[in-house]
């Protein structure tokens, strides 16, 4: 009879096998799967002492030792969602799932009603959020909220150019006029914000002194304020060029007391000259940089390699708005299944161990993209063959055995 039970051994171990060979095929399109193997044992019965046998120990059968997880890297698959994000190293997302802690790969996200990432079963995806563009360096899950980002008033200007050195400069005495371009020998515009995130049209003018060289007398203007016609207009001061035609001394001035129509907060706006010329080349602005813009709305999500998660917004900007965390276990192959491509720590994974992405051993993000199951099909494929070869012999075990056991009953 202990061949019959050697043979439902077998029976047993393959049939688990085929059942985890199946599992893996039927998962080789599920993203972020990851496939397990069935690893067997030999089974021997204990010897008594003194009936051993002398000529070696004959087992009787086997048994599955363990159902071993492979967490080897999945092939990274490029897609049009920008909150795909696939893992390229080691490392779990984090989720609270229906109030319980969960781990797994898959990156396929979306928002839900009240702005949370969730994946496709509803779990919030845990990282560090940011409250106002800053992180707060707490944990909990992340929540896009800011759907509109609010104006920044213009502080300061920022105007790098080239004042032409060989212009002719303006007579002595003229007062300036900014409808009268003779008063002046160049200007150029650019656009201020006030608290309202309204738009102004700021201009400046540059009078070259007749009989000083190299300085400019500097004026400006701006539109949409309690001024006449609409208008805040006067001098911002001196721009004097060394002989070698760079900026010496003082490079900024400021326009102060702009008190809007619009009822928004009277502005003082700096307007720096880092970076400009006086050479003998025709006038010409190289970059204006303005830190002022009008409020946005939330046009699109970017993810850094590191997690980070950036909203840009209709009107250029963009804005810190959490970052996504890795978690990574002592021994992941320990971890438990939870069904819907989870997995729960147990006392044999140890505890989770979390941080940002590209640190600490973790693997890097990768937006627009998903990691797919690390199911090779042809491998899979091959080793069901010789499972189902191993579950027909251990049957013909049995019945090699009956046909022995039919023979002595018909003595």
Do not use: C
Request: charged fraction near 5%; avoid cysteine.
């Amino acid at each position: 009879m202990s061949t019959f039970q050697t043979a439902i051994s077998g029976l047993q171990t393959a049939s688990t096998d085929l059942q985890v060979l199946g599992n893996n095929i039927s998962n080789a399109n599920t993203v972020g799967f990851k496939e397990s193997n069935a690893e067997f044992a030999d089974a021997y019965a204990a010897a008594i002492a003194g009936n051993a046998p002398t000529n070696g120990q004959i087992g009787i059968g086997t048994h599955v030792a363990t159902v071993a997880q492979q967490f080897s890297q999945g092939n990274i698959q490029s897609t049009s969602n920008p909150l795909d994000v696939a893992i390229n190293g080691n490392g779990f997302f984090q989720f609270d799932h229906n109030g319980s802690t969960v781990y797994g790969r898959n990156g396929q996200f979306q928002l839900d009603a009240n702005g949370y990432v969730i994946d496709s079963n509803g779990g919030k995806l845990i990282g560090i959020p940011a409250v106002s563009g800053t992180l707060t360096g707490g944990s909990g899950p992340l929540q896009i909220t800011e759907g509109m980002l609010q104006p920044q008033a213009t502080s300061g200007v920022v105007i790098a150019l080239n004042l032409n050195a060989a212009s002719t400069p303006v007579a002595s005495g003229t007062t300036f006029n900014a409808a009268d371009p003779t008063t002046y020998n160049y200007s150029t515009s650019t656009t201020v914000y006030d608290s309202l995130g309204s738009p102004h049209l700021m201009t400046t003018y540059y009078q070259l002194q007749s009989g000083a060289g190299t300085n400019w007398n500097v004026y400006y203007s701006v539109d949409g304020t309690t001024g006449t016609s609409g208008t805040t207009s006067g001098s911002l001061g001196t721009l004097p060029f060394t002989a070698t035609g760079t900026v010496s001394g003082s490079v900024s001035f400021t326009a102060s007391g702009l008190a809007w129509a619009d009822g928004a907060t009277t502005s003082n706006i700096n307007v720096g000259y880092a970076g400009s010329t006086n050479y003998a080349t025709a006038s010409a602005v190289n970059s204006i940089k303005d830190n002022g813009y009008a409020a946005g709305s939330l046009s699109n999500l970017a993810i850094n390699p590191d997690g980070t998660i950036f909203g840009q917004y209709s009107n250029g900007q963009s804005s810190l708005l959490g970052q996504i965390t890795l978690t990574n276990f002592a021994a992941p192959q320990f971890l438990q299944r939870a069904g819907n491509n989870y997995f729960v720590e147990t006392y044999q994974s140890g505890q989770p161990l979390s941080g940002s992405p590209s640190s600490g051993g973790l693997g890097t993000l990768q937006s627009s993209a998903v990691e797919g199951s690390n199911v090779d099909l042809s491998t899979q494929l091959v080793n069901l063959i010789v499972a189902q070869q191993s579950y027909q012999a251990n049957a013909q075990t049995i019945k090699s055995q009956n046909q022995v056991l039919q023979t002595l009953l018909s003595l």
